[in-house]
């Protein structure tokens, strides 16, 4: 009766070591695949990715890479800035990345 438990215990085991073994590699694959996938967007969207900071109804506006869709409104008034940056406000500043926007947008913001 005993060895018959322990052969069942046994069996149990190992059955659940498989099982979690198998739960292991395909929650490793998932996480790979996911990992892959951001990185290939990740570089894809930094290749060709502009925005455009200007001026709309005298605020600080920021737009996508069409310069119609805006991205993100500012309270930034465009009379509040030095002249110099107002002047390229209005003429539209071509922007490379969103840390340089967030950049600007924290040093102009008050």
Same mark, same amino acid.
Do not use: H
């Given at each position: ?6 052969? &069942? ?16 590699? *395909? ?5 790979? !695949?996911?990992?892959?996938?951001? /990185?290939? @967007?990740? @570089?894809? &969207?930094?290749?060709? @990715?502009?925005? +455009?900071?200007?001026? *709309? ?6 737009? /996508? !890479?069409? /310069?119609?869709?805006? +991205?993100?409104? @500012?309270?930034?008034?465009? $009379? !509040? ?5 107002? $002047? ?7 922007? $490379? ?9 924290? *040093?102009?913001?008050?």
């Amino acid at each position: 009766m005993r060895r018959r438990y322990g052969i &069942g215990f046994l069996v149990a085991t190992l059955l659940v070591v498989l099982i979690l073994s198998i739960a292991d590699r *395909n929650s490793y694959s998932r996480i790979q !695949e996911e990992y892959e996938q951001e /990185e290939k @967007t990740r @570089t894809q &969207g930094n290749v060709e @990715t502009y925005y +455009y900071i200007k001026e *709309n109804e005298g605020y600080v506006i920021v737009y /996508e !890479e069409d /310069e119609k869709t805006v +991205y993100e409104y @500012t309270s930034i008034r465009v $009379d !509040e800035l030095p002249e110099k940056m107002q $002047d390229a406000i209005k003429k539209g500043i071509k922007v $490379d990345s969103l840390g340089q926007i967030y950049g600007f947008l924290e *040093n102009y913001s008050s």
